[in-house]
Nanobody
């Protein structure tokens, strides 16, 4: 079992930055690929970013086209934490952001690939 808790959301002006944090507890964290998803009112939950799991210091990341170049996903296995640094925020980035964990180490873009989910944190970007 894995427990995930997101934090760092809030209200920010367009063009601003936020860093989301996902704290994990439970099974071995370093070997799990992690993902960030978001869901705006009336929309389906969509992929934002993912980072691979690994027993080494080498990780791979993948991003949705809509956030590529603006968002950066990273992880600190010593702290059992994954981060999503968001810059140049736009009004269309407004959503509830969710952290998710896979059972394996391979990155994933689909919600069905993730076994564990956090409760989400609200990000609101004012234009």
């Amino acid at each position: 079992q894995v427990q995930l808790v997101e934090s760092g959301g809030g209200l920010v002006q367009a063009g601003g930055s936020l860093r989301l944090t996902c704290a994990a507890a439970g099974r071995t964290f370093s070997s799990s690929a992690m993902g960030w998803f978001r869901q705006a009112p009336g929309n389906e939950r969509e992929f934002v970013a993912t980072i691979s799991g690994s027993g080494t210091s080498v990780y791979y990341a993948d991003y949705a086209d809509s956030v590529k170049g603006r968002f950066t996903v990273s992880r600190d296995n010593a702290k059992n934490t994954v981060y999503l640094q968001m810059s140049s925020l736009k009004a269309e980035d407004t959503a509830v952001y969710y952290c998710a964990a896979r059972l394996g180490s391979t990155m994933g873009r689909r919600t069905i690939e993730y076994a564990y989910w956090g409760q989400g944190t609200q990000v609101t970007v004012s234009s």
